[in-house]
């Protein structure tokens, strides 16, 4: 298993680094090597064998899906450069890939769908029949390479679809539908990189061209509902980066409005369901600011609603709402809020199997939910969180929240049960976590108090001089150990 691994990983880099050059250095000679198109052969051959395996993992599956989706933009891109008698088929060949989001002869698989939720068979994407535009090639780069990063987690993979991005809008055509989806697309994956890296410019970048494609999709009378839940959500970062309340009544209005365009164009209840999940979390994050329960009892609500209108609530929807339902109990200390929030806690977990990229963060939300009731079990859960978190290098704020969430818990058992070892691995986990933190991202903000606590809780209990002298020097600004 392990050389088939590397064979796939060895051939999507590949492939990769072609498109890269094509885009990004302009080298359209290496898309045309014969030797790019036996890589494509090649990936799909790999693909096929991921899908005929019994019991194929997430792993197999995430593949399979990167693979066809990087093959397809292969043929549109090689059908731009090809002359027009010989475009034919690598055109037709790249449109049986985007419309069916299959290998070809597979007949188990659900249609190929664009980042914004809507089929990439539909208006002017890039499935029609008509030669690719520049800015359908660079767009198609950006969105292969965004998928990259989800699964990998890799900044230069984010950089280069960000690059890539920037390629399409400035290609793109004014008006049209596409030019919207680009700008769009671009606004997301800004938000992306600063939430990564806590970058201000990348946050206020995306504010500025979520807002363009908002006027955009007006323009195009098209895309709209998306345009806007993703401006809420570049608002709703800005705000919690910069400390701006008036950001998160923005977004909550944008979100508002994001609804109401789509209750009245029909949009799907999939779809509805994204909307009503973006206003919950917004919701849940000014609560935070400003510990309002009405904005708590609305979260609540919109991540019911969001759960309600899914035909099948994916992980993330559920645990954010055990999330919101946790944050209740801690005021209002309902039992009734306790149990919903294990119950829709569990079903995030049973619906995200081991290899699932929203497992960690539904076993991290569950074990928060379960300190109301056993927090042994809490900590055996948040254990379970971070060893299931990948390693994605020294940039990962979620895996870092959920190493500082397994500390408390610790912090909590020993304070209760004096056992020495809980507190010293707090004290470890909260030095491993601000390793993940970039220097200036807010969440540093919130992990070195943390630290300082736990420091505390181990000098008043064992008065050791050298963690009164790091909570000194902590407090003092200096983060050395």
Same mark, same amino acid.
């Given at each position: ?10 051939? /999507? ?27 494509? $052969? ?14 194929? !993992? ?7 899906? $990167? ?20 475009? =034919?088929?690598?055109?037709?060949? @790249?449109?049986?890939?985007? &419309?069916?989001?299959?290998?070809? *002869? ?43 990063? *989800? ?26 539908? $596409?030019?919207? %989806?680009?700008?769009?697309? /671009?606004?997301?994956?800004?938000? &992306?990189? $600063? *939430? ?14 979520? &807002?363009? @494609?908002?006027?955009?999709?007006? *323009? ?42 789509? &209750? ?5 209840? %999939? ?12 919701? /849940?994050? %000014? ?5 309002? /329960?009405?904005?708590?009892? @609305? ?24 999330s919101m339902l946790t944050h209740r109990t801690y005021r209002t200390r309902s039992a009734t809020d306790l149990s919903e929030a294990l119950r829709f806690g569990q079903e995030a977990v049973d619906a995200a199997p081991v290899g699932h990229p929203e497992r960690p963060a539904a076993l991290n939300d569950l074990s928060i939910a379960w300190q109301f009731r056993d927090l042994d079990k809490a900590i055996v859960l948040a254990r379970e969180a971070v060893a299931l978190s990948p390693d994605r290098g ?16 610790? =912090? !909590? ?5 004096r056992r020495p070892e809980d507190i010293d691995e707090a004290v470890a986990l909260l030095d491993q976590a601000l390793e993940l933190v970039p220097r200036h991202h807010p969440k540093r903000a919130e992990l070195l108090p943390q630290l300082v606590m736990h420091l505390g809780v181990r000098f008043r209990a064992y008065r050791r001089p050298e963690d009164f002298r790091r909570m000194d020097d902590i407090r003092q600004g200096v983060e050395g150990r």
């Open positions: 298993m392990t050389d088939l691994t590397d064979e796939r990983d060895d051939v /999507l880099r590949r492939m990769h680094d072609r498109l890269d050059a094509f885009v990004l250095y302009a080298q359209p000679r290496l898309l045309l090597d014969p030797a790019a198109s036996a890589d494509a $052969s090649l990936l799909l051959e790999l693909a096929s064998r991921a899908h005929v395996d019994t019991g194929r !993992s997430v792993a197999d599956r995430e593949f399979r899906h $990167s693979a066809v989706l990087l093959v397809a933009w292969f043929h549109r891109m090689r059908a731009w450069l090809l002359p027009e008698e010989e475009a =034919d088929e690598a055109i037709r060949t @790249a449109k049986a890939l985007f &419309t069916s989001g299959r290998l070809p *002869e597979d007949s188990g698989s659900r249609p190929q769908e664009a980042a914004d939720g809507s089929d990439e068979a539909d208006g002017d994407g890039a499935t029609g029949n008509a030669r690719p535009s520049r800015a359908d090639a660079f767009s198609g780069v950006a969105h292969a390479s965004y998928q990259v990063w *989800e699964e990998s987690g890799r900044l230069d993979v984010l950089d280069r679809a960000i690059v890539a991005g920037r390629r399409a809008v400035e290609e793109g055509e004014p008006g049209t539908v $596409s030019y919207a %989806r680009d700008l769009d697309f /671009l606004s997301a994956t800004l938000r &992306t990189r $600063s *939430e990564a890296t806590g970058s201000e410019a990348d946050a206020g970048e995306a504010v500025e061209l979520g &807002t363009r @494609a908002r006027s955009a999709a007006e *323009e195009a009378d098209d895309h709209l509902f998306s345009c806007l839940h993703h401006l809420g959500l570049a608002l709703a970062h800005r705000g919690l980066l910069k400390g701006a309340a008036g950001d998160l009544d923005d977004a909550i209005a944008v979100h508002h409005e994001a609804i109401g365009v789509g &209750t009245a164009k029909g949009v799907e209840s %999939r779809h509805m369901a994204t909307l009503f999940e973006g206003l919950a979390i917004e919701l /849940l994050m %000014r609560y935070r600011a400003g510990d309002d /329960l009405k904005d708590l009892d @609305a979260a609540v609500a919109a991540g019911g609603q969001a759960v309600a209108r899914a035909p099948e609530p994916e992980p993330g929807m559920l645990h954010n709402l055990c020294v940039r990962d704020v979620r895996k870092a929240t959920r190493i500082a969430n397994l500390a408390q818990m610790l =912090d !909590s058992r020993f304070r209760t049960g």
